[in-house]
């Protein structure tokens, strides 16, 4: 077995012998891999190979019937999403989230955890502390949309943007959250190439300074250039892992391809 | 800039719904003015108008931070004033089959810890599932309150209702005789018509004073709420509850809190009316209640507090001035009548506005964190109804 081949010595996330059938479907099937700190790691397979449900396995959206997760050596399974976040784990999702009636920046306000202004008694009792987070909140929520050249969106309403912008709003909120490992669910699907190229450019440098990733992407190119190792994922389980060009001349990674997932 | 500084300016700087809410507001205000000068609109009336203005500001209020802030689906508003009503009318009348003659002030904190209470039964099993459980249970929940009222006459009085109600200030200081120490005045603006205003003027006047604290201090806590981050996630909850869990939101806990907080103003609204009116009864409990609140904020824009207050006064304008209607122009009778009317201005919103009259426009981040930063306000014509900090929502 090719499963978890790598040797993972500081694993920030840990999937094990994860399983979800929805009816007779398993969509997940035994599925065992691990995130190494520090690295972008790539999730692929075909259509239907079960990629968006082990994210919601792991980030507790869905309840797994057998397995377990551990985000930062804490077994997390059965926790709620919110549970799971606290331990630094933070996922997109495939379809990008629009709010409605927020502007942009105030839409990326929501992204920072544990803000004493989300205490409806701190809102009346230490007003002050709400203010000088909500500042620092601000200040930093302006910094990242510089960082990733989209400030001039700042006031603008959220549902105006692009897709492309949009996704790379995400991003930046989730970034906002200050995870220790995100997931991202096909970060540049549907994106024009030059915002793809610059959602690149900013998941490289995010991971430089200290962020893992784990990415979803139909993108073979984008995947490709930016992941290290891959994960190759057919109707619910590894079938390998492996560098980019390991991965590209493995068979049984066309077959499945070329099989279309049957 | 505030409207005083600068009320051009200020003027200006509204949106055009603003301008018209402004206009037809202080045309409506001259209406009544004159209305009362004539003699034609009773001083007492009007202030128990006014009351009731309150009241369902209050009750829209309530709504508005359940449905307009996260989404919440509460189809349950005439029970939780009932419960209010009931529960302060139980705690202080003299016919009160159980406990009464209490202080309103020991009525109005057992009618909130009774709301509360409810609000948590009704939350905890439902709160977790979708938005749709919510609203079928509160469907069940409004009618099984109004049959309990009805029919538990050791606890209620049953089909009688409770009397003898006191005012809301008795056994205060100075304030339980201020009615009958005020002298009676008699006030001649237009020669033949003198306005009287006696003890029940000065008992109105207490009551509207009361009203207008209550609606006030929901009205500045709800805005600093909506504002803050506190807001930011259940309006969040409301969009798309699944992106505020990926963001490590306890969303539940968010529901819970928004829930009870819109809870406990129906019920403070219920309180109010059971000290204005006397009396409360089972048709008290009915869902028309319910319906007026949906309209009012659905009407003055989800999500919006001053949207909500505008909701709460339309619908009593309606509601009062279709008896008005009948007893002077035209003999319909007023029930229909209303249904009318309200059926026709939800189709008009509806059609030409559905979002409301009076929409939350700002930006909403907590204003100082926004003066703090010296952002440039500039909003090009984009967003100009998304412009930031300290408007008026
Ligand atoms: N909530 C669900 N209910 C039923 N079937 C589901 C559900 N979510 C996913 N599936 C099924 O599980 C399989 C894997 O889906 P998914 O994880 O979305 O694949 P991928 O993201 O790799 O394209 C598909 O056959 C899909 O139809
Ligand atoms: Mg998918």
């Given amino acids: 077995m090719s499963e978890g081949a790598l040797p993972k010595e500081d694993a920030v996330l840990r999937v094990d012998d994860l399983q979800k059938s929805f009816g007779g479907l398993a969509a997940t099937d035994h599925a065992t891999f691990a995130v190494e700190r520090g690295t972008i790691t790539g999730l692929i397979g075909p259509n239907g190979a079960g990629k968006s449900t082990l994210f919601n396995l792991i980030s507790g959206f869905y309840e797994p019937d057998g397995g377990t997760v551990e985000v930062n050596g804490t077994d997390v399974t059965g926790m709620e999403p919110y549970e799971v976040a606290e331990h630094g784990l933070i996922r997109t999702f495939q379809t990008p989230r629009k709010l409605e009636g927020m502007t942009v920046r105030e839409a990326m306000l929501v992204g920072p955890r544990n803000q004493p202004g989300e205490s409806f008694i701190k809102l009346f009792a230490t007003p002050g502390s709400v203010s000088e987070s909500e500042s620092a909140n601000l200040a930093d929520a302006e910094r990242i949309l510089e960082d990733f050249e989209i400030d001039h969106l700042a006031t603008q309403p959220a549902t105006d943007i692009s897709g492309g912008q949009m996704k790379l709003v995400e991003l930046a909120r989730a970034m906002l959250a200050e995870p220790e490992v995100l997931l991202l669910d096909e970060p540049v699907a549907g994106v024009n190439p030059t915002l793809a190229k610059k959602l690149k450019e900013q998941i490289r440098r995010l991971n430089e300074q200290g962020t893992t990733f784990l990415l979803i992407e139909h993108d073979m190119e984008f995947v490709m250039d930016l992941a290290d190792p891959i994960v190759v994922l057919d109707q619910g389980h590894v079938l390998t892992e492996g560098t980019p060009e390991g991965v590209r001349n493995d068979d049984r990674v066309i077959d499945a391809y070329l099989g279309g997932g049957t | ?393």
């Fill in chain 2, 1 to 393: 800039m505030s409207f005083l500084d600068d009320p051009k300016g200020a003027f200006a700087d509204l949106t055009r719904p603003e301008r018209w809410v402004l206009g037809v507001s202080v045309a409506f205000m001259l209406f009544l003015l004159g209305a009362l000068l004539t003699g034609a609109l009773g001083p007492t009336y009007f202030l128990f108008l006014v009351g009731l203005a309150g009241m369902y500001a209050l009750l829209s209020f309530g709504l508005n931070a359940q449905w307009g802030f996260t989404g919440l689906i509460n189809f349950s508003v005439a029970a939780f004033f009932g419960i209010g009503a009931y529960g302060s009318a139980l705690m202080t009348a003299e016919s009160s089959p159980i406990a009464g003659g209490f202080n309103p002030l020991v009525g109005l904190v057992v009618a909130l810890v009774v709301a509360l209470v409810l609000a948590l039964l009704i939350g905890i099993p439902t709160l977790r599932l979708r938005a749709d459980y919510l609203a079928i249970a509160s469907l069940g929940l409004a009618e099984v309150v109004r049959l309990v009222v009805l029919n538990e006459r050791w606890l209620t009085n049953g089909s009688a209702g409770v009397r003898g109600i006191p005012s809301f200030f008795q056994g205060w200081p100075v304030l339980s005789t201020f009615p009958e120490t005020m002298p009676g005045l008699r006030l001649v603006v237009i020669p033949g018509s003198p306005i009287i205003l006696g003890t029940s003027f000065w008992q109105s006047l207490l009551n509207v004073l009361l009203v207008l604290t209550f609606a006030g201090v929901t009205f500045f806590v709800l805005r600093r709420a909506h504002q803050s981050p506190w807001g930011r996630v259940l309006r969040t909850i409301r969009s798309d509850e699944d992106l505020a869990r990926a963001l490590g939101k306890n969303t539940y806990s968010f529901k819970m809190q928004s829930f009870i907080l819109g809870s406990l103003i129906m019920a403070l609204a219920g309180v109010f009316y059971t000290h204005l009116n006397l009396y409360v009864g089972p048709g008290d409990l009915d869902p028309i209640t319910t319906f007026y609140a949906w309209v009012a904020v659905i009407l003055g824009g989800s999500g919006s507090n001053r949207g909500a207050l505008f909701g709460g006064i339309v619908i009593v304008t309606i509601r009062e001035g279709t008896r008005f209607l009948n007893d002077v122009a035209l003999p319909i009778d007023p029930a229909p009548m209303r249904l009318l009317l309200i059926g026709v201005v939800i189709v008009a919103v509806m059609r030409y506005r559905p979002q409301g009259i009076l929409p939350p426009q700002r930006e909403l981040i907590w204003p100082s964190a926004v003066d703090d930063r010296g952002t440039p306000e500039t909003p090009d014509s984009g967003v100009r109804e998304q412009k930031g900090g300290g408007g008026d929502e």
